[in-house]
């Protein structure tokens, strides 16, 4: 524990130290013929993992600590590569000459098409180097620099998300354009994915997200994975010096020609969790191949990935746990002979399977079990049709969602059940938005966007399940057993989605601003979940009543900025973000909890979430570092509806660079979250705090990445046999115990 004392000291006492200056690359690429930008370019630092892509306007801006002279390479679908050097911060000005000269230059703005299109909804976005140089081994330490998103774990070792209050099957959650999300509890467990992998998350916030499907009542995030950009090996592993069992072991190869760029990856995961009862032990194995090729005309991305878990409880070793997804997406973006460019087309399938004890952590009851299987396949085709100022985007999407499996549920000498479940779902929409620009040579209101956008969904459920009850007299004799054969139809669900969208962006002397406003609303159809808990309850009451579709009524309002202060100002700009919505429900899907049953779903009325969310982010001079403060205050019509929602979240995070160096701290405050469970509410830790030191040396052919970080350090006193409350009354979770990481990363080029 001395030991232990005297590191997270070191680390305390690295943060106060001064940090030296680190150098920016600015630079604009354009068409050599034409001269328009060229937007989502590949820019990266030679023989380094420093990069970015040119935004819309073919601008881009790279940090890093290497000194003048630098050279930049940057390559593009359908261009030749070309080096630059950059001798000082003056705009490095890139011309991009046409592999083929006959050919029109290929526009790929069309590869991240939802988000990218989206103009009037606020993002945020983490990229690799942060989440690297924090020592990121499980997805909700990310999102503690986002004060609108909550992820919330579960005894289990689970983790659920959160945006602006909305509950987890209300998020969509997207790897690589593909839903993740499964098809039972449209739930996505961010456990399961690989943050090894990750490159970049955004998080796009707003109930009216037209592009993507219907349900995305808070926000949607877009995960990103590893994209190669040169040859490179790369080793890495974390242990958690304070307890052994927590380490993550990684190994990637990635290879990069002219035409093609693939990448493999392996990763091992093992962590420890504490239940109510005991200790329980997860194991995942992650792997994944990718491959790009760049043709003539566009580009094609190929992935598959798997995963495999294992979990086991200490209580008599014989609850055991074992699930399996596998996912395989095919993409084309680009030009398609005779019809254009600007085109997309994909398809992904995915398979899961699932070993658990699926309602005991809902009802403290352990009789609950389910083995279910699930699988997925989707489509889309898009167009992004560009015509003057006016740019319009339709697109066809659809999936087909299959679920069945066994079930069982008893209450000792009172009562049993079998039922085996089969459930499917097909959902097609069409969606047209479309945004009118409209430029003016007044720079204080320089673009001026209209947007206009519906989707109509089209959605077809059926539900089979065949059932036997048995009941048992006071005397332990059983009564005569029924059998139940349940099939109920939901055909033709249409849904209709809108929205309006009005963005606005200028320059006023050093002040810079996008402000915008959407006013939409959305539907969502109850959860395969929703439908089976409303028929396997054992009240008659809930059995009897149809669940119909929730409806939500949004109004957004935002301002996004940036400031550039003076010469000699402590700082030299500062970005900030500004939001206020309010969500209005329409038949809200609630939840009633009663021991020894599964949780009741139902219909209320109304209900509303209503919130303000305020951030900044500082820059330091010379290039030192940043403060980002950020906050978000709630107001919900009723908890029990909300549940496990804070009233509000503060987040502060620090980032200080010398030389090879970057110091990051992180510190978050919850407010009140209240969980409905057997015995009373509990409310979780309320604050805790980060601190990571991460030092990368680079030599020609490799570099060396090691970070040492200490996390929930107000709890460093918490033991794995103090989970479960505190003195407090707070509930600690195994992701609020103190942990010490060290990680190590060996990249050969």
Known sequence: MKRTTLILLSILLSLVSLAQAENTIRGKVQNSQTGDPVSNANVYIKDTEDGTTTNTNGVFLI???????????IDHIGYSSIEKTAYDSRVLQVDLWPKTLELAPVDVSVARLPSHYDVSSPKETLGGSEIRARGVQDFQELTRSISSVVVSTGMDGSQTISVRGSNANETP????????????????DLAQVNM?????????????????????????????SHVPTHNKLLLSSSLDLNNGNNATHTGQFSYVNDHISANTQLTKRMRNFQ??????????????????????????????????????????????????????????????PWLGRNWQIGKAWREDSFGVSFWSLGTNNPNYEQSPEGANSSFRLAKLIKHGPLESLVQLAGSTEDYSGPSSTYIDSIFEKDMNLELHRDNHSLTFISKFNAESEHPAMDLLSFE???????????????????????????????????????????????????????????????????????????????????????VLLYQNSELSKEIVNTVDVGLDFTYHARPGSPFTKVDGRINVFDNGYVNKLSYKYSPGQPPIPYNTLAASISGV???????????????????????????????????????????????????????????RKVYLQDDGLYIEPKHNLDLSVDYKQNWNHFSVTSTLAAKNIFNFSETQESLLVNDQGYLITFYDTFQLLLNFRLSLF
């Open 63 to 73: 940090e890093t600590n290497a000194s003048y002279p630098v050279t930049v390479i």
């Open 173 to 188: 959650i997207y790897l690589d354009g593909v839903k993740i999300n499964d098809s039972f509890t449209n739930i996505a």
């Open 452 to 538: 206009f956008g519906l989707r109509y969904d089209d959605i077809n459920t059926e539900y089979h399940w065949d059932e036997e009850r048995r009941y048992y007299n006071p005397d332990g004799t059983e009564r005569h057993p029924a059998v139940i054969v349940v099939k109920d139809d939901l055909k033709d669900h249409y849904l209709l989605a809108k929205r309006l969208g009005l963005r606005m962006e200028g320059k006023i002397k050093r002040f810079n601003y996008i402000s915008y406003f959407s006013l939409g609303n959305n539907n969502r159809l109850p959860t395969l979940q929703d439908e089976f808990f409303r028929q396997s309850t054992t």
């Open 613 to 671: 969310e305020i951030s900044g982010k500082l820059h330091l001079p010379s290039k030192r570092g940043s403060l980002y403060i950020g906050s978000i205050f709630l107001d919900l019509s009723d908890p029990t509806i909300f549940i496990g929602k804070p009233s509000y979240r503060h987040t502060l995070g620090l980032t200080l660079i010398r030389g090879n160096l970057t110091y990051s701290g992180n510190m978050w405050w919850d407010g």
């Open 196 to 224: 090894e992998d990750v490159e970049s998350i955004d998080v796009i916030k707003g109930a009216s997200t037209l592009p993507y499907e219907v349900g995305a009542f808070g926000g949607v995030v877009n995960i990103y």
């Open 275 to 336: 239940t109510f009862t005991d200790e329980t032990r997860s194991e995942y194995l992650f792997g994944s191949g990718v491959i790009n090729w760049k043709m003539a005309l566009g580009s094609l991305h190929l992935k598959g990935s798997w995963q495999e878990a294992q979990t086991r409880q200490a209580a008599g070793g014989d609850f055991t746990t074992n699930t399996k997804n596998q996912l395989f997406n095919v993409r084309y973006t680009g030009a398609l």
